[in-house]
């Protein structure tokens, strides 16, 4: 440790009695006789919330008195007969001054915690569109040349299962300060989350990074909330049934099984090569067995739960923005989606104590699911998290449904989605004016014998187009047609039938997997609209 820095940063605090606290605290390392404990979480680079009460948690010694000092403050507590304890550090402002922590055991034994910021912190969470890492990205050329950022630290959380809640994060689990170099290793969209909301806020931007690939979105609830759905109490309750039979003696079957397979794909492989044919593919999911859950780990219930999200309960944050949702597409499982989603939002305010968390999600991209471009399935998944916008309160959605790769389920544009994600932050969760978050949504519609009028909420802005009308249907006789769609005025759409026998019963938009191509309808600001199904009322 470098004493003769840390003087040289101490000299500017507030408090001079912390000061020479935390100096004598430097002075007597060497002697110090007993270890303050804390998660992983509370170390070196670490970025407080500014703004509202921070708790400060770890253990110690049984029944021994505890100090934490930091920016001028000095909070003291005992420990329980178990040795746990908690303070909270009083509302701070934004600091761009790396600064110390002190925690004293008994006004002698401390932990020294350095380079701490105070700032704006989010969760990232959710599954591998969350998870792909900014080198897989399109602008990882780009940010390499630029990303020397030290107000933007990154709490990264290596990916394992837990059968029980975690007091602490994996090992490994550390943050860092982003570089050009660094952020490659970031989450492409909670990299351009962070260096967008730094910029417009001016303040450090921490982000503890918790996803992990093909994830259900059960994956990521507590237990105890199980029971708030008839659905995920049994689903939950048949995979903890499927646990309890799961020992060493059945990991070792599952895995000699997987090697056997793993064996003969080899060998086709090796014939395929001396014959001249094209290698096959093995499935993605056919993985190694784990021996913590007898499913794979990301249909496994909980277990990430327990293992990324329960060791942070109560570090203060800002909000969170997810990034799920192809898992629960699934067509027994998108009956279930709206409910679940709630539940698990419900369930992260519950835990911090924060009923009006912001949650801020990503729409699905543009994508042909399975290879069938025209099929619904990710359209109805869309139109799914667009009514969750009525259910769930404080939060947000990003419409991505302009971008994606047909046959690709990992779009590599991930700093359109972060900067959309940003949008709706600097306008919702900070009460930034002008800002446009939002791309046109249908409010309602109007039929007539030959067409149908459309209006739309537009956020203060106006509807314009790109390219030639498209994207349009209108349903007659109990099918689906093309239809001839014509902006009318700032607010109004009209759709012409082409077909002149029998009567408009619907109108839609957008309503396939790989619908990219299509989209046509915009604000001014270039931000899509919302893709939507309406019904006429037929009686």
Same mark, same amino acid.
């Given at each position: 440790?470098?004493?003769?820095?840390?003087?040289?940063?101490?000299? +500017?605090?507030?408090?001079?009695?912390?000061?020479?606290?935390?100096?004598?605290?430097?002075?007597?390392?060497?002697?110090?006789?007993?270890?303050?404990?804390?998660? *992983?979480?509370?170390?070196?680079?670490?970025?407080?919330?500014?703004?509202?009460?921070?708790?400060?948690?770890?253990?110690?010694?049984?029944?021994?008195?505890?100090?934490?000092?930091?920016?001028?403050?000095?909070?003291?507590?005992?420990?329980?007969?178990?040795? &746990? %304890?908690?303070?909270?550090?009083?509302?701070?402002? @934004?600091?761009?001054?790396? +600064?110390?922590?002190?925690?004293?055991?008994? #006004?002698?034994?401390?932990?020294?915690?350095?380079?701490?910021?105070?700032?704006?912190?989010?969760?990232?969470?959710?599954?591998?569109?969350?998870?792909?890492?900014? $080198?897989?990205?399109?602008?990882?050329?780009?940010?390499?040349?630029?990303?020397?950022?030290? /107000?933007?630290?990154?709490?990264?959380?290596? =990916?394992?299962?837990?059968?029980?809640?975690?007091?602490?994060?994996? *090992?490994?689990?550390?943050?860092?300060?982003?570089?050009?170099?660094?952020?490659?290793?970031?989450?492409?969209?909670?990299? !351009?989350? @962070?260096?967008?909301?730094?910029?417009?806020?001016?303040?450090?931007?921490?982000?503890?990074?918790?996803?992990?690939?093909?994830?259900?979105?059960?994956?990521?609830?507590?237990?105890?909330?199980?029971?708030?759905?008839?659905?995920?109490?049994?689903?939950?309750?048949?995979?903890?049934?499927?646990?309890?039979?799961?020992?060493?003696?059945?990991?070792?079957?599952?895995?000699?099984?997987?090697?056997?397979?793993?064996?003969?794909?080899?060998?086709?492989?090796?014939?395929?090569?001396?014959?001249?044919?094209?290698?096959?593919?093995?499935? %993605?999911?056919?993985?190694?067995?784990?021996?913590?859950?007898?499913?794979? !780990?990301?249909?496994?219930?909980?277990?990430?739960?327990?293992?990324?999200? $329960?060791?942070?309960?109560?570090?203060?944050?800002?909000?969170?923005?997810?990034?799920?949702?192809?898992?629960?597409?699934?067509?027994?499982?998108?009956?279930?989606?709206?409910?679940?989603?709630?539940?698990?939002?419900?369930?992260?305010?519950?835990? %911090?104590? /924060?009923?009006?968390?912001?949650?801020?999600?990503?729409?699905?991209?543009?994508?042909?699911?399975?290879?069938?471009?025209?099929?619904?399935?990710?359209?109805?998944?869309?139109?799914? =998290?667009? =009514?969750?916008?009525?259910?769930? $309160? !404080?939060?947000?959605?990003?419409?991505?449904?302009?971008?994606?790769?047909?046959?690709?389920?990992?779009?590599?544009?991930?700093?359109?989605?972060?900067?959309?994600?940003?949008?709706?932050?600097?306008?919702?969760?900070?009460?930034?004016?002008?800002?446009? @978050?939002?791309?046109?949504?249908?409010?309602?519609? &109007?039929?007539?014998?030959?067409?149908?009028?459309?209006?739309?909420?537009?956020?203060?802005?106006?509807?314009?187009? *790109?390219?030639?009308?498209?994207?349009?249907?209108?349903?007659?006789?109990?099918?689906?047609?093309?239809?001839?769609?014509?902006?009318? #005025?700032?607010?109004?759409?009209?759709?012409?039938?082409?077909?002149?026998?029998?009567?408009?019963?619907?109108?839609?938009?957008? %309503?396939?997997?790989?619908?990219?191509?299509?989209?046509?309808?915009?604000?001014?600001?270039?931000?899509?609209?919302?893709?939507?199904?309406?019904?006429?009322?037929?009686?």
């Amino acid at each position: 440790m470098n004493v003769s820095i840390i003087i040289f940063q101490l000299k +500017e605090s507030e408090s001079m009695r912390v000061i020479v606290k935390i100096f004598s605290i430097l002075l007597s390392l060497v002697s110090v006789y007993a270890e303050v404990k804390m998660p *992983k979480i509370f170390s070196d680079g670490m970025v407080l919330q500014r703004d509202i009460p921070v708790k400060i948690w770890g253990e110690a010694e049984p029944n021994s008195g505890i100090e934490v000092c930091f920016n001028g403050q000095a909070l003291t507590t005992k420990t329980s007969a178990s040795g &746990k %304890w908690s303070v909270f550090l009083e509302p701070m402002g @934004a600091s761009k001054k790396p +600064e110390i922590m002190a925690v004293l055991e008994n #006004g002698k034994n401390a932990k020294i915690i350095k380079d701490v910021l105070v700032g704006e912190v989010w969760i990232a969470s959710g599954q591998s569109n969350m998870e792909l890492p900014l $080198s897989m990205c399109d602008s990882s050329a780009a940010v390499r040349e630029r990303a020397d950022y030290p /107000m933007i630290r990154y709490f990264y959380q290596p =990916q394992v299962i837990s059968r029980t809640p975690q007091k602490d994060s994996p *090992k490994g689990s550390h943050w860092f300060a982003c570089t050009g170099r660094s952020a490659q290793h970031m989450s492409g969209v909670a990299f !351009h989350f @962070a260096e967008a909301l730094m910029k417009d806020l001016d303040v450090p931007v921490g982000i503890l990074y918790s996803a992990s690939g093909a994830t259900e979105m059960a994956a990521w609830l507590p237990l105890e909330y199980a029971s708030k759905s008839s659905y995920l109490e049994k689903y939950i309750s048949d995979f903890l049934k499927e646990v309890a039979g799961y020992d060493a003696k059945a990991y070792q079957k599952a895995l000699a099984e997987y090697n056997q397979r793993t064996a003969e794909f080899e060998k086709k492989c090796e014939a395929a090569k001396r014959e001249n044919r094209k290698a096959p593919i093995r499935q %993605w999911d056919d993985l190694p067995p784990n021996e913590v859950s007898p499913r794979l !780990h990301f249909k496994s219930p909980t277990f990430h739960y327990n293992t990324t999200i $329960s060791p942070i309960v109560g570090y203060g944050i800002r909000g969170v923005i997810w990034y799920q949702g192809e898992a629960d597409s699934r067509d027994n499982k998108r009956g279930e989606f709206a409910r679940t989603f709630k539940i698990l939002v419900d369930s992260w305010r519950g835990l %911090w104590n /924060m009923p009006e968390m912001p949650f801020l999600y990503v729409q699905l991209a543009s994508f042909a699911f399975e290879g069938d471009a025209d099929g619904d399935k990710w359209a109805q998944t869309r139109w799914i =998290q667009s =009514q969750c916008l009525k259910e769930i $309160s !404080h939060s947000g959605m990003a419409n991505i449904i302009d971008t994606g790769l047909k046959d690709n389920i990992h779009p590599t544009d991930k700093e359109t989605v972060g900067l959309r994600l940003e949008k709706i932050a600097l306008k919702d969760v900070y009460g930034k004016k002008g800002i446009s @978050a939002y791309g046109p949504a249908f409010n309602k519609a &109007k039929y007539f014998d030959d067409k149908v009028e459309l209006l739309f909420y537009t956020f203060g802005g106006k509807l314009t187009t *790109k390219g030639e009308p498209r994207g349009f249907e209108l349903k007659i006789n109990g099918k689906w047609e093309k239809g001839i769609p014509e902006v009318k #005025g700032a607010r109004k759409v009209v759709v012409r039938r082409i077909s002149n026998d029998g009567k408009i019963e619907g109108v839609r938009y957008l %309503w396939k997997n790989w619908a990219s191509p299509d989209v046509w309808l915009y604000n001014d600001d270039s931000l899509p609209a919302l893709s939507f199904i309406n019904e006429r009322a037929l009686h």
